[in-house]
């Protein structure tokens, strides 16, 4: 129940704090590009990456609050990144790019089917 809860926290204040970021860049740079959702997603993966180099300096509490919660709430991409880099780094180059690929290309057809359910009714 702890972990269930500094995750919920963590993914609250990362969510607060996607929004923030965005809406600031978006608000400076425009939106004829996301470019503040591009922002959040390379700074997430950055610093999950930080983090999981340094994954010994972190408690395991630490861990789920920051990288499952902070982070998982601040984007998504950040895990995605990281379990690809997981798998390029053992080698199964098959299986990361098959994560890029399948992840990109099913997640655009989910969101179109979506959105094409939700203009029907």
């Known amino acids: 129940m702890r972990a269930l809860l500094l995750v919920a926290l963590g993914s609250a204040l990362g969510g607060a704090a996607r929004f923030l970021l965005a809406g600031w860049v978006g608000a400076r740079?425009?939106?004829a590009f996301p470019w503040g959702t591009?922002?959040?997603?390379?700074?997430?993966?950055?610093?999950i990456g930080v983090l999981?180099?340094?994954e010994e300096i972190?408690?395991?509490e630490a861990r789920q609050f920051l990288m499952a919660g902070v982070l998982g709430g601040f984007t998504t991409f950040s895990s995605f990144s990281l379990?690809?880099?997981?798998?390029?780094?053992?080698?199964?180059?098959?299986?990361?790019?098959?994560n890029v690929?399948?992840?990109v290309c099913l997640c655009l057809a989910a969101v179109a089917l979506g959105y094409?359910?939700?203009r029907i009714g």
């Open 83 to 98: 379990q690809t880099l997981r798998l390029a780094q053992e080698g199964d180059w098959a299986r990361a790019a098959g």
């Open 29 to 31: 740079l425009g939106g």
């Open 116 to 118: 094409r359910l939700a």
């Open 52 to 54: 999981a180099a340094r």
């Open 58 to 60: 972190l408690s395991p």
């Open 101 to 103: 690929l399948g992840s």
């Open 38 to 47: 591009v922002l959040v997603n390379v700074s997430g993966s950055a610093l």
